[in-house]
Each structure stands twice: as C-alpha cells, then as structure tokens.
C-alpha cells in the first residue's frame, strides 16, 4: 500500500524536477547527464520501497509506475495544456540566422549542441542554418537554409 | 471500419512557412514557476540542513523533569522507518539499591516502535497505558538508551517518569 503511494508521489515529484531542470537537450546527454539520470532513479527508488524488497511490493510499484505513465500519454492526447506542462513547447533556437536569446538563455542550449545536432544533418557550419528548434523530446531539429538564400 | 480525420494545419507556424508549434509566451511563464520551485527547493535543503525534518541541530531536543529526577535527549522530529535514539539520564539519587524504575507511555512502543532498549531491562510491567522498567544501575550517573524506528506518522505523545517523580511530558513529530 506505502509502495503505491509512494510511486505515486515519486513519479509526480521526478516529473517536477525534470521538468524543472530546465530543457537541455536530452537526447544529446553528456556521460555526466547520463549518470545523473541513475543517480536520481537509483535515489528515489529507496523511498518508494522501503525495506519491503518482496517481488510483489516491487512489481506494484513498477505496475503503478507504468500505469501513471500510460495515463499521463492519455491526458496528453486528451488535454493540449497538460501536455504543455509535461511536455513544455518546441522551443526556436535560431531563425533566420538569428540565436533567439531569450529562449536559448532559457533551455541553457549552447552553440556546440547546435552543431552537434547540425553535422549529423550533414550540415558542417552554424550559418549554414536557416531553423533550430529544441524539441518537446528534447532533441534538436535542424532546417538547412535553401542553396540559394545561403 | 477505420475511423478518419482530415488533416488539418493546426500547428502555428514561423515565418508563416515552418510549423514549429512554439510558444515564448507560455515558455516565459514556465520559468517564472521554475524559478518560484527553484526557491521552494532551495528552502527546503536549508530547512533539511537545519534539521526542521530531522537529524539536524533544530531536532535535537533536551527536556529535563522538573525535580530533576530525569533528563531526556531525544530528536523533537524523526522520521518514518528510520532509526532513532532516545536517551535518559538518571542522577543518583533515583537510584536504589541497584536498580533505577522508569514508567514510559506505550506510545514509545507502538508508534514511535521501540527496536531496542539498552542497557536490557530486568523486568517489565505493562500497566496504565505504558510500561514500568526496571534496570540494573551500579554505576552514576545512569542512562538508558531506546532505540527507535517509528511506524506511524504525524505526532505522537510521549511521558516518562520515575514511579513517584516528576513526569517528563513531550510531543515527537515523524515526517514520512
């Protein structure tokens, strides 16, 4: 019974501090980063179990854990202002050849993580970009500009 | 029969050419709440650092029986499933014969659950909505220790005293 309240508030409270965190681009994680992500699962895991380390108090907890999950995708699809508290916005980084400050002070983005993202396009310098838009995932899309506006 | 939808441009656009679907406005204020949970954060480690929920300066807690007939440390907040210690001194004059009695209230067993008690006492008598100890004591001044772990949550009332002394009465706070 703890267990299950205990993922609950567990998964409600990781959801806050991740979204917290401000968005750096999750899907180009320094080792650091990937770390941390144990660090702190690893870490809240002991309050949601306890000293109770059963299989049936474990798989509850992973059960409820899933289950808040698929209801969180649900409300998501159901509710535009619910996914933009879990999933913020896409968030434009440059446009037209122009580094929007204000949203890139605000996800602490950097120009390497732009190019990081841009030579995997192929693209091989930062002026060679027309769009960059942080994701909801985290990732960063890149929109090369047009042979002949470059 | 497969149900279908017409695709619609619902996503806004920049630039009126790419459909980004962002929204600065909404950004802006989500850092105005990040920020505000960034200073409910910082106050919370302080107030952790503090000892506010436990194990810090703020919850050690010192009360002494008005006839000074006992003295207990003891942490004022503890938390759920999380070992604790309560100590009580006792100065001679309570000491007869080798043996010092101490009466605590049953919330020192059950809520506040009691895993151990050190030195063992040599009997123990439930009665009155607590229990009488007895302990060995040769050496003063005495103290005896009981180590906690509690089971509930929230406060908890707990009396000690020395059968015909004075009675220490204090309140225990758990966090979860």
Known sequence: MYTLVHAVIGYFFLLLMVRVLARRPGAQMTPFEFVLVFLVGGVIILATVGDDRSMTNCYGGVIIICMMHHLMGKLKQKSEWWGRMIDGTPILLVKDDEWQTTSVNMTRVDDMDVMAAARAKGIKRLDQIKYAVLERNGAISIIKKDRNSS | ?176
């Not at chain 2, 619902?10 to 962002?22: H, I, L, Q, T, Y």
């Not at chain 2, 007939?69 to 000491?95: A, C, K, M, N, W």
């Not at chain 2, 080798?98 to 008690?117: C, E, F, H, I, N």
């Not at chain 2, 103290?143 to 004075?166: H, N």
């Open chain 2, 1 to 176: 029969m497969t149900k279908t939808a017409p695709v619609t441009d619902s996503v806004k656009k920049v630039n009126n050419e790419f459909a980004v679907g962002d929204d600065l406005e909404f950004q802006k204020s989500w850092q105005k709440f990040e920020r505000g949970v960034w200073i409910l954060l910082t106050i919370f480690i302080l107030l952790s650092l503090a000892g506010v929920f436990g194990r810090g300066p703020l919850a050690q807690g010192h009360i002494q029986a008005s006839d000074g007939s006992l003295r207990v440390d003891y942490e004022r907040v503890q938390r759920f499933g999380t070992p604790s210690v309560l100590t009580i001194h006792f100065p001679p004059d309570v000491i007869h014969q080798g043996t010092v009695q101490l009466w605590a209230s049953d919330t020192l067993v059950k809520p506040l659950g009691t895993q151990r008690v050190v030195p063992q006492p040599m009997k123990s008598v439930i009665g009155g909505g607590g229990i009488l100890y007895s302990f060995p004591a040769t050496t003063v001044p005495a103290s005896i220790e009981f180590q906690t772990q509690p089971a509930a949550l929230g406060f908890s009332d707990l009396i000690v005293r020395v059968p015909g002394k004075a009675e220490v009465k204090t309140r225990i706070f758990v966090v979860p």
